[in-house]
């Protein structure tokens, strides 16, 4: 379970606040979609959750760990993709994967079972031997996902995972967040494709301008709106500007 209980941040001394007293928990085992119009506050929540940004205020703790207090123990529990995969240009792809699972601790064994079946999976398995440099935006992303999976972590938190992924690797990484769940881990992601939350999310979140205006599953929103249909009616309905 990851709570985040009042978190705050704010960036250029104050002036401009990200994220503003943000409550929410989200169960082990379930599928979180964390949606809001562009600069709401999304990236920087996640980068607190992951320990990039401390908040100015507030604490998040998941399995009861506290990711800031305890923040090397957090960290070897969760996986995380960010919205932009900026990795190491100089190294080969299967460089890159194995100082992960060092990093990481996982085993040769276990390393070589888990880098094969993702990395033909998301059909990179024949570049693993090439400079990242020469990747396309979706093969970088493929390998950070690739190597998000190659432990075991409670929490698989994603920036806005499927920008640049072709039809069919979105649908494996659909696959693969589900299957997660039905392990009991945890899932949190933030997206603009409403259909894909719609269909995905055991729960769903909306943030704007840094605080939480919607939360619940598919059902509970539909019951804050006026208009009683998709999530794009309810999410246009609720983030319009007054
Ligand atoms: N490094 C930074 N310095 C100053 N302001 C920032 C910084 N990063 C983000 N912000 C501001 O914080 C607010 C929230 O940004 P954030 O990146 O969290 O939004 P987001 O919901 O992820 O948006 P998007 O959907 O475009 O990715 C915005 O007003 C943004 O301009
Ligand atoms: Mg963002």
Redesign the pocket.
């Known amino acids: 379970m990851l709570t985040l209980k009042n978190i705050s941040k704010s960036?250029?001394k104050g002036s401009?606040k990200?994220v503003d007293n943000l409550d929410l928990v989200i169960n082990s085992g379930e599928i979180f979609g964390f949606l809001?119009?562009?600069?709401?506050?999304?990236?920087?929540?996640i980068k607190m959750i992951v320990g990039l940004l401390k908040p100015d205020e507030g604490s998040i703790v998941l399995d009861g760990v506290d990711v800031w207090r305890d923040s090397l123990k957090a960290k070897s529990i969760i996986s995380y993709v960010p919205?932009n995969p900026e990795i190491y240009d100089r190294l080969k792809g299967i460089e890159y994967l194995n100082f992960i699972a060092d990093m990481y601790g996982v085993s040769k064994e276990e390393r070589k079972t888990k880098i094969y079946y993702y990395s033909k999976l998301f059909n990179i398995e024949d570049v693993l031997g090439d400079i990242i440099s020469s990747y396309s935006h979706g093969m970088k992303q493929k390998l950070v996902l690739t190597s998000a999976l190659l432990n075991n972590p409670s929490l698989f938190i994603l920036d806005?995972p499927m920008v640049g992924l072709d039809p069919k690797s979105s649908f494996n990484l659909k696959e693969i967040m589900r299957k997660l769940c039905d392990e009991g881990k945890t899932v949190f992601f933030?997206t603009?494709v409403l259909e894909v939350a719609e269909k995905l999310c055991d729960r769903i979140a909306i943030?704007n301008k840094g605080k939480i205006i919607a939360h619940g599953t598919m059902e509970e929103l539909r019951e804050h709106a006026k208009e009683r249909t998709s999530l794009e009616n309810i999410f246009l309905e609720l983030t319009e500007d007054e």
């Open positions: 960036y250029n401009i990200a809001g119009p562009n600069g709401a506050g999304k990236t920087t929540t919205d806005e933030s603009h943030i």
